[in-house]
């Protein structure tokens, strides 16, 4: 990731977030919930893959045509929600999402899969729209055509989301569960623990 933020998460909370998130070189990237609000003020949600993450933020890609970019463009405040399995482990990021870089793009496309990378290309609602079959004889046609593999479309964008909130939370079965919070405020990065 590129960029520069001017308030880079504390080295606390860092170490607890690449203890927690695979490394950004782990092919399998974790999904993430992303969180916006609509133009009417009404907030939305939808599933998306971390691309990747570091002591300024954290990354996501997506189709520059989406619901999401465009909320995202109209209100840049979003949340990220990791989840682990069996409700054991849940990270919420609150920040500020910018748009990243060419760079960063370039190299989040190409760390895709190919089933990926070519549904880049293909999802849109027009797409969607056909019936199953059609979808189907459509997206064998795209594969065989692209065998030499996919270029990076011009829709592909992607957002870094710089942290004004962290919050780790555990799960405890044998005591009651506890989060850990660092907030950005005007003095910089506080840390305090919650209720869970």
Request: a negative charge; glycine letters at 6%.
């Amino acid at each position: 990731m590129t960029g520069t933020a001017s308030h880079p998460l504390p080295a606390e909370a860092w170490e607890l977030a690449a203890e927690w998130l695979p490394p950004n070189d782990d092919p399998e990237r974790p999904q993430v919930t992303l969180s916006t609000v609509d133009v009417d003020g009404a907030p939305d949600a939808r599933t998306v893959l971390l691309s990747s993450f570091d002591r300024d933020g954290f990354a996501f890609h997506t189709d520059a045509a989406s619901r999401k970019v465009e909320q995202i463009t109209a209100r840049p405040l979003v949340a990220l929600t990791v989840l682990w399995p069996g409700f054991t482990r849940q990270l919420v990021v609150r920040g500020r999402a910018e748009t990243a870089d060419d760079a960063a793009l370039a190299g989040a496309y190409a760390a895709r899969s190919p089933y990926l990378q070519q549904l880049a290309w293909l999802n849109s609602h027009e797409f969607a729209a056909l019936p199953l079959d059609e979808r189907r004889r459509r997206w064998d046609a795209f594969e065989r055509e692209h065998a030499d593999g996919f270029e990076q479309p011009a829709g592909w964008t992607g957002f870094v989301v710089r942290p004004t909130r962290l919050t780790f939370w555990v799960s405890a079965p044998d005591t009651a569960s506890r989060r850990r919070e660092w907030s950005l405020g005007p003095g910089g990065w506080a840390h305090e623990y919650r209720a869970g």
